[in-house]
């Protein structure tokens, strides 16, 4: 079965980084479009970045632009989340997920799969 397991989150000072990792297992990693999420206290789940299977093509919600970088390494099927200049709204719990098709989409629905998530916590 498709197993996604999330690591490297934690608690930062405001303007820091961190880089969140997302290892795959059971699908075709290399040819799947992937997102990363977020679901805050009290909030609903939402987009933050996206790829496509080549990593070509990427999309990201506004507020995080300039500031996080979606990558991914087919070879080691892995998903990765680089995220700088921190901000305390950014703190929540962070979610891979996988589709089914190869391209990407900032759609929560159009995802199958998901991760457990890892937390993020940004201190003011």
């Known amino acids: 079965q498709v197993q996604l397991v999330e690591s490297g989150g934690g608690l930062v000072q405001a303007g820091g980084s961190l880089r969140l990792s997302c290892a795959a297992s059971?699908?075709?990693?290399?040819?799947?479009?992937m997102g990363w999420f977020r679901q805050a206290p009290g909030k609903e789940r939402e987009f933050v970045a996206t790829?496509?299977?080549?990593?070509?093509?990427?999309n990201y919600e506004d507020s995080v632009k300039g500031r996080f970088t979606i990558s991914r390494d087919n070879a080691k099927n892995t998903l990765y989340l680089q995220m700088n200049s921190l901000k305390p709204e950014d703190t929540a719990v962070y979610f891979c997920?996988?589709?089914?098709?190869?391209?990407?989409?900032?759609?929560?629905?159009?995802?199958?799969?998901w991760g457990q998530g890892t937390q993020v916590t940004v201190s003011s």
């Open positions: 997920a996988a589709r089914h098709s190869s391209g990407y989409s900032l759609s929560i629905g159009q995802y199958d799969a």
């Open positions: 059971g699908l075709s990693f290399r040819s799947v479009g």
């Open positions: 790829i496509n299977w080549s990593g070509g093509a990427t």
